[in-house]
């Protein structure tokens, strides 16, 4: 019941992994008869006060006995074959065994019985848990539309090539990686990232495999193959993730293979040590308060909650678009109390917006024509964001447009000579314009119309809606806000004071992104960084917990993080804290509540105070009360 290690996988329950397709209650036959032949016995004995012969008592009980026991005793003498005889098989084993040689057959029938009941419990939840961690993420179809030749055909996805044109109805699931082929489509993407609001893709977008398609037939260019998928990739991650352990459950594992031989020494002394000071020393009556000792003392509710309680909280974070690669990092978030931040792409979208234009002549609607006419024909992200404003605004035709590298264009505008670009633009041609504008935080686009300056339109990188909220929770937490970007000073410094962060550095290389996370470490911090994942590779690896932001679409995000955050919005990082701690406060609970009454029932079992049914209801009660806690956090909201 408490190693959950290969070996005890395939014996103690070898049955159930042979059966386990069929109902639970044929699956555990034997243990129910045993149970009720248990019950039996004990209603004749307590309720009708009828004592059986010798014989048949030790018969009966023997049947129960072995019907509940025969895994864990297979399992102690195989253990012990090799020598490793400070088990809890060993331990449960010479304790019901024990029982039986001191006439005490009921409560040794009640100890295994009671014990196998625990751990089928035990193992129902863990595996409950693994499923759970699986299923929501395990969520790629069994069969795809493919267009081939023209004709459409349900195929396995694991068929289909790279460049071929799959089709997905309303509804349905998108079964690949892909490119979207028709024009527009809104997709819930809830499973992969959390979120339930609908995220609507154009024609070239990305679409993941995962996403269900919400209101028309859509086709979808494959971009990789099935077992490539970043769903594929990510259900693995999540897998592998409930196999790297955390300190505390290292720390216990550590902890069982010293406790077992402790108990063991202990329980014997029990027996032998009243020997020289109890002047009516009973042997029999000393032996079964080291069987209560021996019984008591398994350490079956922290080794088996404590991982179901780190499964529970890898679930949670998957169901909330989070990845955790391991129940240490679980463990490492709670001690963060540095959040360091990349600029664009986790606090700001990463998308350019107009945020001012202003205009000479008092016509911005004018200016912002002529600036729209000219910018068209630029692929430049800044130009871009500048053709889109105002899409309703009336347009203008630019003619003979000449590109004037690193300075901006030229061209004819409505029969007028126009320039657009940056201040050397204007300073090439010997304009004239405020000197302040050379002051601007924000990227700045100059216009001239007819060798006159006309005006100016800023264009900044919009921060994300949840940004300023975010850093005011982070604080009142107590954590400290940093943020490194490779942007110019003059807008790190703005986009900082606007969301209100401790300190902000701008016109940073990645290098020297590092150095500054470098020095939090050295001043005793523990830091977690927050980026892309990508361009900020060497500094997701040295900080203490690695965030990757909005890592769905980028495969090195998946391998270099140690958590990633499969959309962009930056309160995930608070929610990925958040369910650290939740989690750390549950396994701490539980070791607490394990600990404190296996010790008071040990007291009470070695002074004659406890028996056998004590310690067994108090051995497979503490498991159940720990797994029922460790089951909350799989229904936590954060």
């Not at 027996?271 to 029999?284: A, G, N, R």
């Amino acid at each position: 019941m408490c190693e959950h290690n290969h070996e005890h996988s395939h014996s103690t329950q070898e049955h159930c992994h042979s059966t386990k397709n069929r109902p639970w209650w044929i699956a555990q036959s034997k243990l129910i008869i045993a149970l009720f032949i248990l019950l039996a016995l004990l209603l004749l004995k307590y309720a009708f006060k009828i004592s059986l012969p010798f014989g048949i008592n030790l018969t009966v009980n023997s049947i129960a006995y072995l019907l509940a026991g025969i895994p864990v005793i297979q399992m102690a003498f195989r253990k012990a074959s090799r020598g490793d005889i400070f088990n809890e098989f060993f331990l449960m084993t010479v304790a019901t065994l024990g029982a039986f040689a001191i006439g005490e057959f009921e409560e040794g029938v009640a100890v295994m019985v009671f014990y196998q009941i625990g751990e089928w419990f035990q193992d129902t939840a863990v595996d409950n848990a693994k499923k759970s961690i699986k299923s929501l993420l395990d969520i790629r179809p069994d069969t795809v539309t493919v267009i081939r030749n023209g004709l459409q055909d349900q195929v396995n996805p694991k068929t289909v090539t790279i460049g071929e044109t799959i089709l997905v109805k309303a509804g349905e699931k998108v079964a690949l990686d892909g490119k979207l082929k028709t024009e527009k489509a809104a997709f819930n993407t809830a499973a992969l990232t959390g979120e339930s609001k609908p995220d609507t893709k154009y024609c070239g977008d990305a679409v993941f495999a995962g996403m269900i398609n919400l209101e028309t037939v859509v086709e979808i260019e494959v971009s990789s193959v099935f077992e490539d998928s970043k769903l594929s990739k990510i259900l693995e991650m999540v897998q592998d993730a409930t196999a790297r352990k955390s300190k505390t459950q290292l720390f216990i594992a550590r902890f069982a293979k010293i406790y077992v031989p402790i108990i063991f020494g202990l329980a014997l002394l029990v027996l032998i040590v009243p020997l020289f000071f109890v002047h009516d020393y009973s042997f029999k009556d000393w032996f079964y308060r080291s069987l209560v000792f021996l019984v008591i003392s398994c350490p079956c509710a922290l080794v088996v909650s404590i991982p179901l309680g780190y499964f529970g909280g890898i679930g949670l974070a998957s169901r909330n678009g989070i990845l955790f690669k391991g129940g240490n990092f679980l463990d490492a978030i709670t001690t963060v109390d540095t959040v360091v931040m990349d600029k664009t792409g986790t606090l700001t979208a990463g998308v350019f917006e107009v945020t001012e234009v202003f205009a000479v002549n008092g016509d911005p609607e004018e200016l912002l024509n002529y600036a729209k006419a000219i910018e068209a024909h630029s692929t430049h992200p800044i130009a871009k964001a500048i053709a889109s404003y105002h899409p309703g605004s009336a347009a203008l035709q630019a003619e003979k447009i000449q590109e004037i590298a690193g300075h901006g264009l030229f061209a004819t505008v409505n029969g007028k000579p126009t320039l657009a670009g940056n201040s050397k633009l204007l300073d090439k041609f010997d304009i004239g314009y405020p000197a302040d504008l050379r002051q601007m935080a924000y990227s700045i686009v100059l216009l001239a119309i007819e060798g006159q300056y006309a005006g100016y339109i800023t264009v900044a990188d919009r921060i994300k809606p949840d940004a300023r909220t975010v850093i005011q929770a982070m604080h009142a937490q107590g954590l400290y806000t940093v943020m490194l970007s490779g942007d110019k000073t003059a807008v790190v410094d703005e986009v900082a004071k606007e969301l209100g962060l401790n300190k902000a550095y701008g016109d940073l290389l990645p290098e020297d992104k590092v150095s500054h996370v470098q020095q939090l470490i050295d001043q005793g911090r523990r830091v977690a960084f927050a980026g892309d994942g990508v361009n900020d590779a060497p500094v997701v690896a040295l900080a203490h917990v690695g965030i990757a932001m909005g890592g769905l679409g980028a495969d090195a995000t998946i391998e270099t993080a140690d958590v990633v955050i499969q959309n962009d919005e930056p309160h995930k990082i608070l929610s990925a804290i958040k369910i650290g701690k939740i989690t750390r406060s549950i396994v701490w609970q539980n070791v607490i509540l394990a600990m404190g009454i296996k010790i008071i029932v040990l007291i009470l079992g070695a002074g004659g105070i406890a028996t056998l049914w004590e310690a067994v209801i108090a051995d497979v009660g503490v498991a159940l009360l720990a797994i029922l806690n460790a089951i909350r956090i799989q229904h936590k909201k954060v």
